[in-house]
């Protein structure tokens, strides 16, 4: 997923405003050009590098462990069981705490707040009745 912002961002500065943000995830870098936000061993979220006008953010496993393990059920089981205990049980996971991240960093790193769609619905139905 693609935040945009309007700000210039490096990681370095990134990592603790995320500490304080949320004290409840773990936040550290797995090499240079990439931080990883985590929720214990399942639910975590990726930022990469550092570009121009919007930040890279996924949905991912925050060990190397945990993804490891996920590559081994793979193989191990067959392609179709693991993607489904994938899909039903971890993605809402990572999900939520990717939406949690990038809604802080639109926050913090945009000009101007962009109405959701949601809320646009909810304002172009209240202006026409």
Do not use: H, W
């Amino acid at each position: 997923m693609k935040v945009k912002v309007d700000q210039p961002y490096t990681l370095a500065e990134l990592k603790p405003k995320l500490e304080a943000a949320f004290p409840e995830y773990t936040v550290k870098f797995r090499g240079p050009k990439v931080l990883i936000i985590g929720e214990g061993k399942i639910a975590g979220a990726q930022i990469f590098g550092e570009k121009k006008g919007f930040v890279r953010l996924n949905e991912t496993f925050p060990t190397m462990g945990g993804q490891m393990l996920f590559a081994l059920s793979i193989l191990l089981l067959g392609v179709l069981i693991p993607f489904i205990v994938f899909l039903t049980a971890f993605k809402p996971k990572q999900v939520k705490l990717r939406d949690n991240v990038a809604d802080f960093l639109r926050k913090e790193y945009s000009s101007a707040i962009v109405q959701s769609k949601k809320a646009e619905a909810a304002d172009l139905l209240d202006a026409t009745v």
